[in-house]
């Protein structure tokens, strides 16, 4: 019989939107969520699953040993973490066929989008072959670009008003991340790519 578990990540920082992440049979997907420290985490396991924090050695080795952190049964649970890294879980039961994850948890930079909203703009949204960046004046950022998924899709070096092509990404929902010199995000805004 094949196991279904859900696993929902609802993030309530006013600087990320919600989210939900589904994991269906032996893997959790994404298998990296990336998010602000203090940020609350709602999770949601059904099935025969578990969510055991466990080091980054059991994980790269599939083991299942918890490192004393968090560690989730199925049913609802909130998970807040405060200081940044990257923190490793498996499914104790299924760890061994790969059924792992990670949470990267960033530095809260306490952005208010409403009160940089004009700062940082992308067009057209959604956008299917390319896109511009503007910056209002304020070269020098980097902006990365992040899938549903969690993985990192694109990576700008911007000067000003920077026109990208987005050509060879798949459709779906992005999130692009903008990062001062020091690599502090200071904003985010969503994506859409279409075809």
């Known amino acids: 019989m094949r196991h279904t578990a859900t696993l929902l990540f609802l993030l309530t920082c006013p600087a ?3 989210q939900s992440i589904t994991t269906s049979g032996l893997a959790f997907a994404p298998d990296l969520l990336t998010v602000q420290a203090g940020t609350e985490i709602s999770i949601s396991i059904s099935g025969g699953h578990t969510m055991t924090e ?3 050695a059991t994980w790269n080795a599939n083991g299942n040993t918890s490192n004393g952190g968090f560690n989730f049964n199925p ?3 909130t998970l807040t973490l405060t200081d940044p890294g990257t923190y490793y879980y498996v499914c104790a039961l299924h760890n061994g066929m790969g059924m792992k994850g990670r949470i990267v948890v960033e530095t809260n930079t306490s952005v208010d989008e409403q009160a940089e909203a004009g700062f940082f703009t992308i ?3 959604p956008a299917s072959e ?3 960046i503007s910056l209002g004046g304020q070269p020098g950022m980097t902006m990365r670009l992040i899938d549903a998924q969690g ?4 990576v700008h070096r911007l000067v000003g008003d920077d026109q990208i092509t987005i050509a060879h990404l798949a459709k779906g929902s992005y999130t692009a991340l903008l990062h001062d010199a020091r690599g502090a995000i200071i904003a985010r805004r969503p994506l859409t790519i279409t075809r």
């Open 16 to 18: 990320l939107f919600a």
């Open 54 to 56: 466990v080091s980054e």
């Open 75 to 77: 049913g609802n649970h």
């Open 123 to 125: 067009f057209p949204n």
């Open 130 to 132: 390319g896109i511009t």
């Open 151 to 154: 993985r990192e899709a694109l």
